[in-house]
């Protein structure tokens, strides 16, 4: 159950996402694209930083960062069909983003030992995604390759906080993990495969719920979201 500050919130954010779908979707609208993009971390950047003041000062920056290299790579991603240095720049600061969650996932891990089956159901995922894409990829082959191993590691360290941590902290935080992945994915087959029907939609409404998903479990970790 949500408390009415954060319930409230969600109806906002709801809005900005929808309102950023349309945006994306429909080309006569793409020029309110380039605002309504970036407001969905940034309301998510601003929500959470008025509301963690309770929290650890650590975990706290580690995630305030996270969000400000992920604004970044929005951003980034805007113009990436105009330059696609653009791209590299957005790969760079989501593979920052990234690091900078399992740093956090790290120090709230309840499993010391390696989850050896689920990192084999990950590795397979991850193995026959690259097989798809390889052929297109090009010069971004090392960079992609790199990245898809840390947002494995992402995925794998939300996972660690299983058990001994809070039950519906666990719940977001692995769903948010599990869905940047399923969103990158998304991006990747479309950008490097072959263009997918409605990916656009998709890629953004993943990736708008796996933010929203690791923000809220991070809140709830200490069980003080008001």
Not at 24 to 43: M, R
Not at 174 to 193: E, H, P, Q, T
Not at 202 to 212: E, G, N, R
Not at 215 to 226: A, D, P, Q, S
Request: glycine share 4%; with cysteine; net charge positive.
């Amino acid at each position: 159950m949500l408390s009415k500050p954060v319930q409230k919130f969600t109806y906002i954010y709801s809005l900005i996402v929808s309102v950023e779908l349309i945006c994306g979707y429909f080309t006569n609208l793409a020029s309110l694209h380039y605002f309504t993009k970036p407001l969905i971390v940034l309301s998510l950047l601003i929500f959470f930083f008025i509301r963690s003041q309770f929290m650890n000062k650590t975990i706290r920056t580690l995630i305030v960062l996270a969000l400000i290299c992920s604004l970044i790579g929005d951003v980034a991603l805007l113009f990436d069909t105009i330059n696609p240095n653009y791209f590299i720049v957005g790969l760079a600061s989501f593979l920052l983003a990234h690091v900078l969650y399992v740093s956090v996932f790290l120090k709230q891990r309840a499993h010391k030992k390696t989850p050896v089956g689920f990192m084999i159901v990950m590795l397979l995922y991850a193995a026959l995604l690259f097989y798809v894409l390889k052929d297109g990829l090009g010069d971004l082959l090392i960079p992609v390759l790199v990245y898809m191993l840390v947002i494995l590691s992402m995925s794998t360290t939300a996972y660690l906080r299983r058990k001994e941590n809070n039950v519906t902290s666990f719940n977001w935080v692995f769903a948010g993990a599990l869905l940047f992945m399923l969103s990158d994915s998304i991006l990747a087959l479309n950008k490097f495969y072959q263009t997918l029907p409605l990916s656009s939609v998709l890629i953004m409404l993943t990736y708008a719920l796996a933010q929203y998903s690791i923000v809220i479990g991070i809140l709830k970790y200490n069980e003080k979201l008001r």
